[in-house]
């Protein structure tokens, strides 16, 4: 399967400073094999879908609220993505979970609704490291993956990213070989609670301090079909190393 390299620019990034990104970055990565997407905050996304037309780059929005329209003040409805040619959005960020304390059931609510509008939703599963010591990592992760795809359509197109707790923003990754287990297990869930075919054709990728010197290693893993990338991906040249490796 083609593997996946995906931006997650979290809360960073004014208007102007998305297009000078999007202007240096799409000349650093016109030979590439990977598929390539951008999650900006919101108000970028008119933004980076004008600079990056005809480029083959995909964008993404970070979130989506789970209603099309209504009195839901601040949300953004997958219609709305849809007309700014968003393909994929990401649900169940962990910091959305931990900080704006999003439920399994919410995680759920949004990725079934971005589906039905044909969005790609990239789920977002990992354990805190207390789970981890405790070891309970399998744990989470499963009560996360079947509470978001139980009952899900094997011909919809869905992206897990794990992405455990603890390597978030630290400095510290799971080595690839802690990666490689739990995305196996990921592929074991995906293939009992849907089918085979689902699970071999849904791309597991990693994320937690992704960086241009450790990608390489990480995607040689089996079971790395990608990369979610944070702080790395906020600058052109370093975001294009990744994608280039
Ligand atoms: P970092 O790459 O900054 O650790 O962030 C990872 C992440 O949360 C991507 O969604």
Redesign the pocket.
Known sequence: MKEVV?A?W?MNKTCAEARSFAKNFKELVRERNREVVICPPFTSLWVLQEELKGTGIKIGAQDVFYKDWGAYTGEISPPMLVELNCEYV?VG???RRNILNETDEIVRKKLFCAVEHGLVPIL?VGEKLEERERGETEKVVEKQLVSALKGISEDLKVVV?Y?PVW?????K?ATPEQAQEVHAFIRGILEGLVSRDFSEKTPILY?????PENAKALLSQKDINGL??????LNPESFARIVLC
């Open positions: 995906v997650n979290k990401i960020h962990s910091e977002c990213a992405e390597a978030i923003g630290t400095g990754n994320g937690g301090s992704v960086k979610l990338v944070g702080g790395a991906s």
